[in-house]
C-alpha cells in the first residue's frame, strides 16, 4: 500500500506563492508518474499538472507559465511551485501517484487564494 503526505497548502492573497509537496512511501519501481489535481467546491476534480518518470511534464492551460512540478525521485517525492496566485486556483489539491499495478491518492490539501 503507498501512502502519500502533501504539505504546504494554506491562505494566500492573490499574486502571492505557495509551493506544495506530496511524498510517497514505498519504491519509485513501477512509477508512471506523479502529479497534482485540485477540486474546487461544486466543480469535477481536474488535472494541475502532471511529471511522468522520463520528466516529461504537462499542465492545465490555466495554469501554465505560473505553476511548476518537479520531482525528486531519491526522496519519492514531487513538488507544485504555485506563483501568481489567483483567486480561481482556490481548491483542494490532491497528489496523485500512478503505478504501473494502479493510481493512489493524497488525502488533499487546502489551498485559499484571497483576492
Known amino acids: 500500500q503507498v501512502q502519500l503526505v502533501e504539505s504546504g497548502g494554506g491562505l494566500v492573497q492573490a499574486g502571492g506563492s505557495l509551493r506544495l509537496s506530496c511524498a510517497a512511501s514505498g519504491s519509485i519501481f513501477g512509477r508512471n508518474a506523479m502529479g497534482w489535481y485540485r477540486q474546487a467546491p461544486g466543480k469535477q476534480r481536474e488535472l494541475v499538472a502532471r511529471i511522468d518518470r522520463g520528466g516529461s511534464t504537462n499542465y492545465a492551460d490555466s495554469v501554465k507559465g505560473r505553476f511548476t512540478i518537479s520531482g525528486d525521485n531519491a526522496k519519492n517525492t514531487v513538488y507544485l511551485q504555485m506563483n501568481s496566485l489567483k483567486p480561481e486556483d482556490t481548491a483542494v489539491y490532491f497528489c496523485?501517484?500512478?503505478?504501473?499495478?494502479?493510481?493512489?491518492w493524497g488525502q488533499g490539501t487546502q489551498v485559499t487564494v484571497s483576492s
Open positions: 496523485n501517484v500512478e503505478y504501473i499495478w494502479g493510481v493512489y
